[in-house]
């Protein structure tokens, strides 16, 4: 079990039993498996897996566990203790069941009345509600009679805080607050947003907008990677991280992505910029702390905050310096030609690189070499990639003048990296067994 506070899987079954009961926290593999009994249980487990930096992964049957993009977790979620048809109004043809309630035994109840709900999920004798409002699978009924988010009127949530949410209710004519239900329908339980330390706002892609119903509240300029843009603004009700939760948030409408990955937004700095990022890409996870982690190796490199408290760092690359925006947003890292120039590199020579495309979709192309003897504060990269171009993001940042790096994910590749926001320090750490 890999955590801030180093919990056991014995530790961490142990203190959940005496959430759920000791008969329902098991260890199993690697991996405790918790079933709460109701929505109080799972926000007290969820309270403390928040509490200590663990991952979760809500599960019924299991059916559909290799559908979207499962990861493997500290911690099951198992939701097969809390099922059951709840409530039945036939009179106005709307139920109340528990998200570990099978399809099979949901519709079976219905037809006591002679109802159904007109869809066919795979499955449906194993596969349960709540599995199937998270995959989102409607079956070939819906091409009849609609899809399964449309059908739904009410939901009540537990958010990775712990804390629980309830949108909508029991009568189909309700117009009160956000369709979050809908929201949630098709969401594996998540959403998926890109962690950008380049960002200094969050965002949200239209397409991922529109079908979650979020209204526009106004406007805004937005600078990206290739330009600025005029973009339209959404106040979201709350968005939760890692157990930090911003409510409300005002974000940008980002046109969809040009290469068609199907993500939700972006998450930046007006969520986790007062707070120690733990950025592990080897390990793929990532951690919001109120503090600094005990144990890290090394000096920290001093930032210097930029353009939108976005934070720069020096680099040396053989024996040149320049100044690096941390942006984890970037797949490849970038340089300009100030840089370029001083590094020998000859623009006749480069290879071709990637178009950027940044947020706002203006296509940049860009030449692409690599470089040697990268040094980020105590790590050293022997070689590594490198994008070429003046990018208009560069003069945003107010780095255009000089030697400038937008570091990206590739550079992390093999390294740890935590950022302490607040106290401008950054540790990077390689090469972790």
């Not at 408290?309 to 300009?336: H, Q």
């Amino acid at each position: 079990m890999s955590t801030s506070t180093a919990l056991t899987l014995e530790q961490g079954a142990a203190q959940l039993a005496a959430i759920v009961g000791a008969e329902h926290s098991i260890v199993r593999a690697n991996k405790v498996v918790a079933a709460p009994a109701d929505a109080q249980q799972v926000a007290e487990v969820l309270r403390f897996t928040s509490a200590h930096g663990l991952t979760v992964m809500p599960s019924g049957s299991g059916t559909k566990l290799g559908w979207g993009n499962p990861v493997e977790p500290d911690i099951e979620l198992s939701m097969m203790r809390i099922c059951g048809l709840r409530e039945h109004a036939w009179q106005d043809m709307t139920c109340t069941v528990a998200a570990g309630c099978s399809w099979t035994a949901m519709e079976t109840q219905l037809r006591r009345h002679g109802q159904m709900v007109a869809l066919d999920p795979l499955w449906p004798d194993r596969a349960t509600v709540g599995g199937i409002i998270a995959a989102n699978d409607s079956g070939a009924l819906r091409l009849k009679f609609g899809g399964l988010r449309d059908l739904i009127i009410g939901m009540t949530i537990v958010l990775a805080d712990g804390t629980i949410a309830k949108t909508g209710g029991k009568v189909v004519k309700n117009v009160a607050g956000y369709d979050l239900h809908k929201l949630m329908t098709g969401s594996f339980g998540t959403h998926r947003f890109v962690f950008d330390t380049g960002a200094e706002g969050s965002a949200v892609y239209a397409n991922f907008a529109e079908s979650a119903g979020l209204v526009e509240a106004g406007r805004a300029t937005l600078q990206g990677q290739t330009g600025a843009a005029d973009v339209p603004l959404i106040r979201l009700s709350e968005l939760t991280l890692d157990g930090v939760r911003k409510a409300p948030i005002d974000v940008v409408k980002l046109p969809p992505r040009a290469d068609g990955v199907p993500l939700a937004g972006i998450v930046g700095l007006d969520v986790f910029g007062d707070r120690t990022i733990d950025f592990d890409l080897p390990r793929r996870r990532i951690a919001l702390l109120a503090a600094r982690p005990a144990g890290l190796v090394g000096a920290p490199v001093s930032a210097t905050p930029t353009t939108g408290n976005l934070l720069t760092i020096p680099v040396t690359i053989g024996s040149v310096s320049a100044t690096a925006v941390i942006d984890t947003g970037a797949r490849k890292t970038r340089i300009n030609w100030a840089l370029g120039r001083l590094l020998g590199l000859d623009p006749a020579k480069l290879a071709k690189g990637d178009t950027i495309q940044g947020a706002t979709n203006k296509p940049i192309e860009t030449g692409a070499t690599r470089v040697a003897d990268v040094h980020l504060g105590d790590r050293r990269l022997a070689d590594a990639p490198v994008l070429v171009a003046d990018l208009p993001v560069f003069e945003a940042f107010g780095v255009d003048d000089r030697p400038a790096i937008i570091l990206g994910l590739d550079w992390l590749e093999k390294t740890r990296m935590v950022v302490d926001f607040p106290a401008r320090q950054v540790w990077f750490e390689g090469d972790r067994n």
